[in-house]
């Protein structure tokens, strides 16, 4: 199928096809058409499958259609922060990221658009809503700050689309979420997208979608198959150092490293900068100019490593990534999904790297469990592995090399206080550790 038989509007195909666009992802395919029917749309599609353009195209067409038909009602009711179609996103990358994609689809529109977001003065955003927008593009807490003030009016609302919905559960906004719906007209089309459906979501999708299609780009939980997944079972202490040897010798290109903590993150940074690395941070402490130039860098291959937190990573779309690495492992494994998402975008090979020490073990079989499959261990680092347990090597069908410490069996003593298994480490007299876990000599002895 291509994208003129899905009977758009004539500019609308055309500025498709000026950014390169000929044939509809799966999510666009089986999304449009229910919503150029105005039918309510709930989609399950992770970041990087098209979903943008799935809720995007339908909305520029219908406004665009309607403002033909009477130009001049619709340049009234969308003045003064009046907007016909509302985009709620969960981070400011993410709304930047689709308020440019409706710039770019509807350049040959007569229609406008805004995005507000937290992070920077609200002056220039309340001056564009003043003169009059037609779509809005803005995460929940700014939105309700400036309806607040009086800035913006929800009664004209013809579209509400509600993007990556998880991650906006994930970061409380739910409750935002109703408030917002019950400021807007209950007449309305609603488009509601998530990469994965927990209970919450269900729950705010029945009450406010009013018979949905519901849509699937893929298997709820899936990892695309361009995508070669590998891990490095190494020490935590070891991980910056593995890092730096990659991406010095392996001839990684553009790479998106993911931390746990956004201290972790600052970090990581400054270590790899001082090893010579050009690196980057993205995380929810940065203000909005730090967190736009380092995307910015990124893009432009200037920044070739960019770490960033899962949830600040939300809306980097960013062409040609060859490598994701997961630095920590993330303890929710629909999260491991959508980080290496990132790379392997529109059929393209890709990495996927995870740095696991010892008591990140637990999670990374939760991940292979989800995703069906086991993670290729590398032991090409001996010396930079921890003690292994020599079961998870060997049932991915992987001897350690010789003299690797992988093959050593571990001897521990009790728990620590956040109930993980400790390594037991022999010291001598001065409480330093001996490489080869035997006591030091005593003086004199």
């Known amino acids: 199928m291509r994208f003129h038989e899905l009977r758009l509007a004539e500019p609308i195909v055309r500025a498709v096809a000026a950014k390169g666009y000929t044939t509809p992802t799966p999510i666009q395919t089986r999304a449009i058409p229910e919503a150029l029917a105005g039918k309510d749309v709930l989609g399950c599609a992770q970041t990087g499958t098209g979903k943008t353009g799935a809720f995007a195209l339908p909305i ?15 340049r009234k009711l ?3 922060g009046r907007p016909r179609a509302l985009v709620l996103c969960p981070t400011r990358e993410l709304a930047t990221q689709i308020f440019e994609s409706f710039g770019a689809y509807g350049c ?3 229609l406008r658009h805004a995005v507000i977001f937290g992070g920077v003065s609200q002056a220039r955003q309340v001056r564009e809503l ?12 700014r939105l309700l700050d400036l309806m607040d003030q009086g800035f913006v009016n929800l009664r004209a609302i013809e579209v509400l689309v509600l993007d990556e919905a998880d991650r906006m559960l994930d970061m409380g906004f739910i409750r935002d979420i109703r408030r917002v719906v019950k400021q807007m007209p209950s007449r309305r089309q609603t488009l509601l997208f998530s990469a994965t459906m927990p209970a ?3 729950r705010l999708a029945d009450s406010i979608l009013r018979g949905p299609i519901c849509v699937q780009a893929a298997p709820k939980v899936s990892t695309v198959e361009t995508i070669s997944q590998f891990v490095y079972l190494v020490a935590r202490k070891n991980k910056p150092i593995l890092l730096e040897r990659l991406l010095r010798h392996q001839g990684m290109g553009r790479t998106l490293v993911f931390t746990r903590t956004k201290y972790g993150a600052d970090k990581l940074v400054r270590i790899l900068r001082r090893s010579g690395v050009e690196a980057g ?3 929810g402490n940065k203000n909005q100019s730090a967190r736009t130039r380092a995307l910015d860098g990124f893009k432009s291959g200037g920044t070739p490593v960019l770490v960033a937190t899962d949830i600040a990573s939300r809306g980097i779309d960013v062409n ?3 490598h994701v690495v997961n630095f920590d492992i993330p303890n929710v494994p629909e999260t491991y999904v959508h980080r290496i998402g990132r790379t392997a975008r529109a059929g393209a090979p890709g990495i996927a790297l995870s740095f696991c020490d010892h008591d990140e073990l637990d999670d990374l079989r939760a991940i292979e469990r989800l995703i069906r499959m086991q993670l290729k261990v590398i032991d090409d680092k001996p010396d930079l592995a921890f003690d292994a347990p020599t079961t998870h090597r060997q049932r991915n069908g992987h001897q350690s090399p010789p003299n690797s410490a992988a093959g050593t069996p571990r001897r521990r003593r009790g728990r620590s206080r956040a109930g993980r298994s400790r390594p037991f480490v022999a010291v001598g007299p001065t409480g330093r550790p001996r490489r080869d876990g ?3 000599a005593r003086a004199g002895g």
């Open 60 to 74: 520029l067409h219908r406004l665009a259609r309607s403002a033909a038909e009477n130009d001049q009602r619709t």
């Open 78 to 80: 969308t003045r003064g």
């Open 108 to 110: 040959n529109l007569a």
């Open 130 to 141: 003043r003169a009059g927008i037609d779509v809005l593009v803005a995460t929940p807490g």
């Open 200 to 202: 919450e979501i269900c």
């Open 281 to 283: 941070a993205i995380h």
């Open 320 to 322: 040609e990534i060859s």
């Open 438 to 440: 035997r006591p030091h």
